[in-house]
């Protein structure tokens, strides 16, 4: 085993290999950004060091100074978590060529999964079944949109390097076909250096079902079961949960085979998760699957798959990278229970769940449950990174006991300081048809009136089985006190916005695109700008028809948050 490692990430996963690394007496080496100089996982590892500033760009995508730290500092592998250099067969090569270990896949393992057209070649002669659609070669504008009418609309515009829901695009009209496309091929040129895109057919009733894989050097490949992530907004996972809620057996036996022929065809080796497309239009009885992309490296939501395994995954990683062989075999692998997992995200509900800025004043999360979190009370939540907080995680006997401990979790989490999510965490998990395991892609879109509502202090107050119980009141009853209901307010600030025709940065970014200028006339709904936070593109429109008075962004400008834009005034 090894002596030292290096840790080529940051936040929550940074802070969960440390944690498995303390436990098999591993000295870890952290290194980080000007941005995260007092994050906790800095105070965590056995050492720290600085490697740039802010921007990942001159920090975290930093392969060279990562390898001359890993070097200078005794490290004999590096671990990369999840994003940045994670799935860089470059960085993976680097490594070994600097004597080093890199944890995770060969890099000609990574190099056929990147690019998602020929990740699904390959797996069609694996036989291992795809998405109907076009993966090829040829980019063009027109012929890419003659392809999406073969294929037949609605389609799927996806970056071919893409993941974590980023240059993705869903089309529903062929008129809508050409802006999607100039989108799509941007994020995936910001994101992941690479415009190329593939189309695929859209299934209109999807579930997103993906299986865990490890395979060691000596030709052993196992899967240890499914992770339903089907709660999504556009998208990127908002709950994942382990095993698929009714998953019959035999689909479970033919999906983890399946994955094992995936990891086979391409000699893999260490952590993958192959995630695959379920068409459940006719429900989940035989539905069929589609291959949908193999991320090569340790997923956001293992955890789940920890908790009904009782396995540590990183703790594999570290002995499948030290030459070891897997320490089960499949046969030796069971599920017990289910698991849930919430992400817990600094962006508003109320504002098309925009990502938030803020400190967190306070934060403070119940013992019941696992918490893998990046940060901690008084810490700033910046704009240079990803929103998440925190994922919540619980474990029980089955489903209903494991739902009923997660709404207890998110009901007991006490934040304040900047918009997150919670609320609206809170409501998935009391939604009906969420408990009833109604669930596919487009369950928060469908739902999305009901799931965005506030939820106020008086939705969590307890109740009791007398029904003569004041706790079951919500007449707004108080101890002592005479009664008071509470008021929920909202904001006029967009009426406002609309009435003075002011445009303003609803978060923190760099302004991508501008499509007006001073003395224009815009219709309502018209596009303005892009601005971009997060690695995530945000639309501004016109909300009014009228006059573009004043142009205050460029293409470029880095703008604050409520940041005066553009001013629209009355057409003469």
Known sequence: MFKRILI???????????????????????????????????????????????????????????????????????????????????FAEACEAAGLVFIGPRPDAIRAMALKGAAKALMTAAGVPVTPGYHGDDQHTDYLASEAARIGYPVLIKAVAGGGGKGMRRVDRPEDFADALVSAQREGQNAFSDPKVLIEKYIEVPRHIEIQLFADEHGHVVHLFERDCSLQRRHQKVIEEAPAPGLPDNMRRAMGEAAVKAAQAIRYRGAGTVEFIVDVSKGIEGAPFYFMEMNTRLQVEHPVTEEITGLDLVEWQLRVAAGEPLPKTQ?????????????????????????????????????????????????????????????????????????????????????????????????????????????????????????????????????????????NDITGWQLNLPPRSPLNLKSAAGAEAVASGDIKAPMPGQVIDVFVAPGLVVEKGQKLLILGAMKIEHTLKAPKAGVIKALYAAAGDQVADKALLVEIEDAQ
């Open 331 to 471: 046969d030796q692998l069971t599920i017990t229970g289910h698991a849930i997992e919430a992400r817990l995200y600094a962006e508003d509900p109320q504002n098309d769940f925009l990502p938030a800025t803020g400190t967190l004043a306070c934060l403070d999360f119940p013992t019941s449950a696992r918490i893998e979190s990046a940060v901690e009370q008084g810490d700033a939540v910046s704009p240079f990174y990803d929103p998440m907080i925190a994922k919540i995680v619980v474990h029980g006997k089955d489903r209903k006991q494991a739902l009923a401990r997660m709404r207890k979790a998110l009901i007991e989490t006490k934040l304040r300081g900047l918009a997150t999510n919670l609320g609206f965490l809170r409501r998935v998990v009391s939604d009906e048809a969420f408990a009833a395991a109604e669930i596919d892609t487009g369950f928060i879109a469908r739902h999305q009136d009901r799931l965005l509502a506030p939820w106020a202090d008086s939705d969590i107050a307890p109740s009791a089985v007398d029904p003569t119980s004041p706790w």
């Open 8 to 90: 080529a990430n940051r936040g929550e996963i940074a802070r969960r290999i440390i944690r498995t690394c303390q436990r098999m007496n591993v000295e870890t080496v952290a290194v980080y950004s000007d941005a995260d100089a007092r994050a906790p996982f800095v105070r965590e590892a056995d050492r720290a060091v600085l490697i740039g500033p802010a921007a990942a760009s001159d920090s975290y995508l930093r392969g060279e100074r990562i390898i001359a730290v890993a070097l200078e500092t005794g490290a004999e592998a590096i671990h990369p978590g999840y994003g940045f250099l994670s799935e860089n067969a470059e």
